[in-house]
């Protein structure tokens, strides 16, 4: 999940009739068979971690990173509505706090242990226009830029992003949904950019009913779907080690 999901959902509503546009990757970067795509935020850097601190430094607010229940911040405690909430990830655009977000823990190690499997690593994540001009190659899918780049599997900490590769790709690619997190315990879609989606509309709505801890995404999940949940690291090592051996990567 990163800060720029909320804020690249909220644009879109402004732009539903733009174009989408082109993906123009270099060939450099998927003339390998054996690419992995990977996420940045809260796979190799702790952006909630960085972004719930910021907010309590800017709002006096005591969130943690347990109050990120779903993918769009306005779904949450503390962020307010849907413009409050665009309002405050604009300012923190203008800080450099996302840039000091610390490493997750063990990720350095296990970029490092895929590399000398001899695996090409190649970093997919959601920023907005501004972050990617100049410095990448940007779509609105995550499923065509692993297309793209002929990936052979995508780790990732969004729920959304498993699903719709799984369900969307004619030669579906396994995912590694990584992290405990609670914001890939669920799912949300574009139908929740209204205001009854608010968190705190929606408790109201819901009677004070704590609504999030009947929803699971695994429930959305097709059967056969190849999406494997990871804690950490460690756990992504020992898969690709074993789907290897068996040939299944």
């Not at 990120?68 to 706090?97: A, C, M, S």
Request: aromatic share 10%; glycine share 6%; with cysteine.
């Amino acid at each position: 999940m990163s800060v720029a999901a909320s804020e690249l959902e909220l644009r879109s509503r402004e732009t539903s009739g733009a174009e989408e546009e082109s993906l123009d990757i270099p060939a450099s970067l998927s003339d390998s068979a054996s690419v992995i795509a990977c996420d940045l935020d809260d796979v190799l850097c702790q952006t909630n971690l960085a972004v719930a601190e910021w907010h309590n430094e800017q709002y006096g607010t005591n969130m943690t990173l347990d109050d990120f229940y779903y993918h769009y911040y306005w779904k949450n405690p503390y962020w307010g509505g849907i413009q409050e909430t665009f309002t405050k990830v604009t300012e923190l655009y203008k800080t450099d706090r996302l840039y000091e977000a610390a490493p997750i823990p063990g990720a350095r190690e296990g970029v490092q242990a895929l590399r000398d499997m001899g695996f090409k690593l190649i970093i997919v994540t959601a920023r907005v226009r501004k972050f990617k001009k100049g410095r990448g190659h940007g779509s609105k899918h995550i499923f065509l830029v692993c297309a793209k780049l002929n990936a052979r599997l995508l780790i990732d900490d969004s729920s959304e992003n498993a699903l719709q590769l799984v369900t969307t790709l004619s030669e579906p690619i396994p995912v590694l949904l990584f992290g405990q997190y609670e914001w890939n315990k669920r799912i949300s879609s574009h139908a929740d950019s209204v205001e009854s989606m608010v968190f705190e509309n929606r408790l109201q709505i819901e009677g004070g009913r704590e609504f999030w801890k009947e929803e699971r995404f695994e429930d959305h999940i097709p059967d056969g779907a190849q999406i494997r949940r990871v804690k950490d690291w460690e756990e992504v090592v020992e898969w690709v080690k074993t789907a290897r051996a068996e040939n299944r990567l």
